[in-house]
C-alpha cells in the first residue's frame, strides 16, 4: 500500500475558535499545481488532565473553487437570513445562568443536580 506523505505548506492561515482551531493550508501536488486542506483540529481533554486532538481534513482542488465558494456562500448566506449572525447557544448559556440565579434555596434542596462540563459536550 502506498503511503501518503503529506506535502509541506506554501502558505498557511489559522483560525482559532474556542476548543477548535481551523488551519488552511496551501500545499503543491507532484506535478507543482496548488491545492487547499482545511484542518478542523479539537481539543478532548480527558479526566485526568491529559488530551488528545480529534482532526478531520478536507482536500481542495482548483478546479473545485468556484462551486465550492458558491455552495459555502449560498449555505452562510441562508443560515444568517434564516437565525441571524446572533449564536445561539451564547444566548441559550446567558438564559440558564439567569434562570439559576433566579433559583429559591427551597428549590435547590428538593432537586438533585448532577455537575455536568459543557466542555465535554
Do not use: C, P, W
Not at 73 to 92: C, F, M, P, Q
Amino acid at each position: 500500500m502506498a503511503e501518503r506523505i503529506e506535502q509541506e505548506e506554501i502558505f498557511s492561515q489559522v483560525l482559532r475558535a474556542g476548543r477548535r482551531t481551523y488551519f488552511f493550508d496551501v500545499r503543491a501536488t507532484k506535478a507543482d499545481d496548488y491545492y487547499l486542506t482545511v484542518t478542523e483540529s479539537k481539543k478532548f481533554t480527558h479526566d485526568d488532565g491529559s488530551f488528545r486532538y480529534q482532526k478531520h481534513k478536507i482536500y481542495l482542488y482548483k478546479e473545485d473553487f468556484s462551486d465550492f465558494q458558491e455552495m459555502l456562500g449560498k449555505a452562510t448566506d441562508y443560515i444568517l437570513n434564516e437565525k441571524g449572525s446572533e449564536v445561539i447557544s451564547e444566548r441559550h448559556q446567558k438564559d440558564f445562568k439567569k434562570e439559576e440565579v433566579n433559583t429559591t434555596d427551597e428549590t435547590t434542596s428538593t432537586q438533585s443536580f448532577t455537575d455536568v462540563s459543557f466542555d465535554d459536550i
